[in-house]
């Protein structure tokens, strides 16, 4: 392995260093020698530069098992994680590869969908620096499957290189409920405000996105009012090129309710606040 790396921390901007070292490496070097030259780097941040870079690798690794087929007729369970992955995960389809990363104290919820999914491989660990300093501990799983890049950009519309470009599926019923559950796991917030306490979901994502969620929640909630309160149907906003929709009290708790009585394996800790469905 030629030109070991030391010194310096994961994730973040690449250095001239590391690009030249994943140039000389990339064909030949296996996983493990890969992340520790680049001193830890997520295997998933190493596949999208290698992807960047236009590398490719002189031999096929082994593949763990999964359940090729698995999103091939949309229903609600694997609805929800195409919406997961729309959010959190990264399509390369040269490759072909699937990847989800997610920070390490929700590594359970990479373990359910392993199950789900019938993957055989293993789910690895590492740290990813965020732009804004420090170190985040992460997991991330890797699924090699061309079936499932397939079958995500044609029954999901799941590309790579999709946070500027992703649209809508076009699905109806449980299953666009299912993708939408599994979209706010990704890139989604459910709390409550603190001036006054109201309960509020804000989903960030592309503008066709967040339009096409406000369509289906102002027809699953239309407006209202009661007790002399209106309860109206709020729109997309745009920040800093960042896009944003968000919904608070009343609406809020009958969309999220309507949701949570959805049967998708979501990420328990973001819908507590939800309660049960009854």
């Known amino acids: 392995m030629r030109g070991l790396l030391v010194g310096r921390s994961v994730g973040g901007h690449w250095t001239d260093s590391e690009i030249e070292f994943l140039k000389q490496n990339y ?30 690798r002189l031999y096929r690794t082994s593949r763990a098992s999964v359940d ?16 997961y992955i729309a959010a959190d995960g990264c399509v390369i389809s040269n490759r ?21 999914v019938h993957y055989a491989g293993k789910i690895h660990y590492g740290f990813a620096r965020p732009q804004w300093g420090g170190l985040w501990p992460m997991a991330d799983i890797q699924v090699t499957s061309r079936q499932w890049v397939s079958d995500l950009l044609n029954n999901f519309r799941i590309t790579p290189r999709k946070s500027k470009t992703l ?15 599994g979209y706010i796991d990704g890139d989604g917030s459910i709390g409550y405000r603190r001036r006054n306490g109201d309960l509020f979901l804000a989903v960030r994502g ?47 708790e009958r969309i999220l309710h309507e949701l949570s009585c959805l049967p998708v394996p979501r990420l328990e800790r973001k819908w507590r606040r939800v309660g049960t469905c009854a």
Not at 96 to 116: G, M, Q, W, Y
Request: aromatic content about 10%; proline content about 5%.
């Open 27 to 56: 064909a030949v070097g296996s996983r493990a020698s890969l992340v520790t030259g680049l001193n830890g780097r997520l295997w998933h941040s190493v596949l999208v530069k290698a992807s960047d870079l236009g590398l490719r």
């Open 68 to 83: 090729d087929l698995y999103f091939s007729i949309p229903v609600v369970e694997n609805s929800y994680w195409a919406g």
């Open 96 to 116: 072909p590869v699937v990847t989800i990363n997610i920070k390490r104290s929700d590594s359970e919820h990479l373990e359910k969908f392993a199950r789900c």
């Open 167 to 181: 649209c809508p599926p076009s699905l109806v019923g449980g299953p666009r409920l299912a993708f939408i559950c």
């Open 206 to 252: 592309t503008w066709e996105v967040l339009s096409w969620l406000k369509h289906v929640f102002d027809s699953l909630v239309p407006a209202y009012r009661i007790h002399g309160r209106d309860y109206g149907c709020a729109g997309v906003t745009v920040s800093g090129g960042i896009c944003q929709y968000m919904v608070n009290g009343g609406r809020a």
